[in-house]
Nanobody
Framework: QVQLVESGGGLVQPGGSLRLSCAAS????????MGWYRQAPGKQREWVTT???????NYAGSVKGRFAISRDNAKNTVYLQMNSLKPEDTAVYYC??????????????WGQGTQVTVSS
């Protein structure tokens, strides 16, 4: 069994910052790509950013220059630092990890989601 547990969401004013965390635990052999997605009310879930096991990163155009993804492989944790937040960043944020389990099977795992609300 593998679990992803997220933390760090909340309410923040426009222009503010938040840091999300997502920790993986369980029968893990290797964690490959890790990333963040978000889903705003009435919209489809959209990709935000990905970081590879080697540390290479990619960002959606809407967050490039404002958000930063990082990971701590020793802690099996991925982070999302969000700066200069805008009301349109309001969404439920989900982490995703591509994990090779101890039985050497590879699956996509998702966190439970954490609400981020940007409002004055």
């Amino acid at each position: 069994q593998v679990q992803l547990v997220e933390s760090g969401g909340g309410l923040v004013q426009p222009g503010g910052s938040l840091r999300l965390s997502c920790a993986a635990s369980g029968s893990i052999f290797r964690i490959n790509d890790m990333g963040w997605y978000r889903q705003a009310p009435g919209k489809q879930r959209e990709w935000v950013t990905t970081i590879t096991s080697g540390g290479s990163t990619n960002y959606a155009g809407s967050v490039k220059g404002r958000f930063a993804i990082s990971r701590d492989n020793a802690k099996n944790t991925v982070y999302l630092q969000m700066n200069s937040l805008k009301p349109e960043d309001t969404a439920v944020y989900y982490c995703k990890a591509v994990i090779t389990t101890s039985s050497l099977r590879q699956y996509d795992y998702w966190g439970q989601g954490t609400q981020v609300t940007v409002s004055s």
